[in-house]
């Protein structure tokens, strides 16, 4: 994510390329500093700026979280002109960002050449940040890994060509989303980050990560949590039951021991946003009865 900081591979892109052109059990090794943060929307709190929202969140939680590192979601097709709001806001504070582009489906030279110059807007004004191509493109975008990777080839390189980390993002819902997952871990170039999206309704309902992490761990890619929170989007619009604080217990210590086993390195977003109708996942206070979770996980990635 960026004008390369401490949280990227050290060496470059050039030491990249090196590495991935090595068999798997040769490749050098990476370094990683681990981050939490939280993704805060506008709509969370009904306030009008990204730096409001981030400082009212962190204020409930006791932890300078949404002010460090966020998910910033672009729009199909959506390159500048300029930084979004939310980048232009909490950059200043130091804040670092996941962002997910979705150039367009059909594969156009133009839209290469606006992802490149965005790229070198972002670096040249020295934004700090991760690029995930396409966050969850197993959800519904592409279900077939026939017609993932052409769209992941097409664009992936320019991205690694910018010097900008590349993310493969999926989301983990149910178990065959996340059998998806695992078909659609795309190569040639191999991801130098996997971060996944998992909920608690998806917990609940049986659904795990270890294979995907250990899919990861073979290709040596590290991996981090781009959304956790109480429910995810599609369970709501289902009418799913809500988690119990149980659940919610289980799930957490489910992911510090995911955390704790070195299977998760790069850290951890809390997805803190509304979402349509979705506030479910929004920190309601300091009082509110997931925050000690939050701040296990955040203690378990910095201990990390």
Not at 17 to 27: D, F, Y
Not at 56 to 70: H, K, N, R, S
Not at 88 to 113: D, H, M, W, Y
Request: hydrophobic letters at 40%; charged letters at 15%.
């Amino acid at each position: 994510m960026q004008g390369q900081s401490r949280r990227e591979f050290i060496g470059g892109t050039a030491a990249l390329a090196a590495g991935l052109a090595l068999p798997l059990t040769q490749r050098p090794a990476v370094t990683v500093s681990p981050i939490a943060g939280t993704t805060v929307n506008l709509g969370a709190y009904g306030v009008g700026t990204f730096l409001e929202a981030a400082q009212i969140y962190d204020g409930y939680v006791g932890l300078p979280l949404a002010t460090t590192f966020e998910k910033v979601y672009m729009n199909h097709g959506q390159f500048g002109p300029g930084l979004p709001s939310k980048m232009a806001e909490l950059a200043p504070s130091g804040c670092e960002f996941l962002i997910s582009v979705k150039p367009s489906n059909s594969r156009t030279t133009s839209q290469q050449k606006a992802m490149a110059a965005w790229l070198a807007l972002l670096k040249a004004k020295g934004i700090r940040f991760r690029m995930v191509l396409y966050s969850e493109p197993n959800d519904k975008a592409f279900l077939t890994a026939q017609e993932w990777l052409p769209y992941w080839r097409y664009y992936a390189p320019v991205i690694k060509d910018a010097g900008a980390t590349l993310c493969y993002e999926p989301g983990c819902g149910g178990t065959t989303v996340v059998n998806r997952a695992i078909a659609l871990f795309p190569s040639n170039p191999t991801p130098d980050e996997l971060w996944f999206d998992y909920y608690a309704t998806a917990y609940r309902n049986g659904s795990r990560v270890d294979k995907l992490l250990a899919l990861a761990a073979t290709a040596q890619v590290p991996a981090g949590i781009g959304e956790w929170g109480w429910m995810a989007g599609s369970s709501h619009a289902s009418g799913a039951h809500q988690p119990t604080m149980k659940i919610w217990d289980e799930y957490g210590a489910y992911l510090i021991g995911l955390i704790g086993a070195k299977k998760i390195q790069l850290g951890a977003a809390y997805f803190n946003a509304r979402f349509g109708t979705l506030t479910e996942n929004v920190i309601t206070g300091p009082k509110d009865p997931r925050i000690p979770m939050i701040r296990n996980l955040v203690k378990a990635v910095q201990g990390a």
